[in-house]
T-cell receptor, first 113, second 109 residues
Framework: NAGVTQTPKFQVLKTGQSMTLQCAQDMNHEYMSWYRQDPGMGLRLIHYSVGAGITDQGEVPNGYNVSRSTTEDFPLRLLSAAPSQTSVYFC????????????FGNGTRLTVT | RKEVEQDPGPFNVPEGATVAFNCTYSNSASQSFFWYRQDCRKEPKLLMSVYSSGNEDGRFTAQLNRASQYISLLIRDSKLSDSATYLCVVNNGGNQFYFGTGTSLTVIP
């Protein structure tokens, strides 16, 4: 059982480049989300989805887009990378929103130069 | 005011010691509570959910105090392998989970 799979594990971008972070889960979870983790700031929610075709913004959505065309996949797109987006990104899913705990992918370390 | 606050530590304790962490939350309507463990440069992993009546899993005990709006995690007989950052997570019944910044624990031989 793969759980939550994130790719790539590491990425270096130049300012202005775009890229997509991939996230897939095989647990039939309805809730999926993206977080970024920066030193001293904890995990902050970027975007989330409560089901296929439904997405919404979290605490820090600017500069990121998401889509949820299937239950399994929830990609995160950086439109025009900026050094402020250097961070560790985690995808997480949950079976039933608030009542179930989050399961995390193993993260993507992104550096924007 | 932050949704969830934790003492960042660090807590440095000898092997075999008992250590406790607290986490306060600001929204009295909060409904779900969890403790996660995060090792350096790894993803957070669920340690335990926190139930209203309190719950125990081996050496770990979690408690919820709704009146004072805090949850706690007690670790007994600390092991070297318990060294990690412990994250408090709260959900207020909506679509967002709120994370504390984590409490760092180092267990010393």
């Amino acid at each position: 059982n793969a759980g939550v799979t994130q790719t790539p594990k590491f990425q270096v971008l130049k300012t202005g480049q775009s890229m997509t972070l991939q996230c897939a889960q095989d647990m039939n979870h309805e809730y999926m989300s993206w977080y970024r983790q920066d030193p001293g700031m904890g995990l902050r929610l970027i975007h989330y989805s409560v089901g296929a075709g439904i997405t919404d913004q979290g605490e820090v959505p600017n500069g990121y887009n998401v889509s949820r065309s299937t239950t399994e996949d929830f990609p995160l797109r950086l439109l025009s990378a900026a050094p402020s987006q250097t961070s560790v990104y985690f995808c997480a899913s949950s079976y039933r929103r608030y009542s179930s705990p989050l399961h995390f992918g193993n993260g993507t370390r992104l550096t924007v130069t | 005011r932050k949704e969830v606050e934790q003492d960042p530590g660090p807590f440095n304790v000898p092997e075999g010691a008992t250590v406790a962490f607290n986490c306060t939350y600001s929204n009295s309507a909060s409904q779900s509570f969890f403790w996660y463990r995060q090792d350096c440069r790894k993803e957070p992993k669920l340690l335990m959910s926190v139930y209203s009546s309190g719950n125990e899993d081996g050496r770990f005990t979690a408690q919820l105090n709704r009146a004072s709006q805090y949850i706690s995690l007690l670790i007994r007989d600390s092991k070297l392998s318990d060294s990690a950052t412990y994250l408090c997570v709260v959900n207020n019944g909506g679509n967002q989970f709120y994370f504390g910044t984590g409490t760092s624990l180092t267990v010393i031989p």
